[in-house]
């Protein structure tokens, strides 16, 4: 999915990917890696409706992570 970024900007998928990718960095402990991948999903639903819970827990994650 994120290979591909034709499809992964165009279906809501591609960019939970991003964000699922970075959660799985996070707990293996690399919070390099981790940082980017929020910061991907964050850049590609920039626009979202900010009241989304995915969207507001993930903001959320990634305050906490950019903290470490």
């Given at each position: 999915?994120?290979?591909?970024?034709?499809?992964?900007l165009?279906?809501?998928?591609?960019?939970?990917?991003?964000?699922q990718?970075?959660?799985?960095?996070?707990m293996m402990?690399?919070?390099?890696?981790?940082?980017?991948?929020?910061?991907?999903?964050?850049?590609?639903?920039?626009?979202?409706?900010?009241?989304?819970?995915?969207?507001?827990?993930?903001?959320a994650?990634?305050?906490?992570?950019?903290?470490?």
């Amino acid at each position: 999915m994120i290979d591909n970024r034709g499809l992964a900007l165009r279906h809501v998928i591609g960019p939970l990917a991003w964000l699922q990718l970075g959660r799985a960095q996070k707990m293996m402990g690399d919070n390099a890696s981790a940082r980017k991948s929020y910061e991907e999903f964050l850049t590609i639903w920039k626009d979202a409706d900010p009241d989304l819970p995915i969207y507001r827990q993930a903001k959320a994650e990634y305050g906490k992570l950019a903290k470490n």
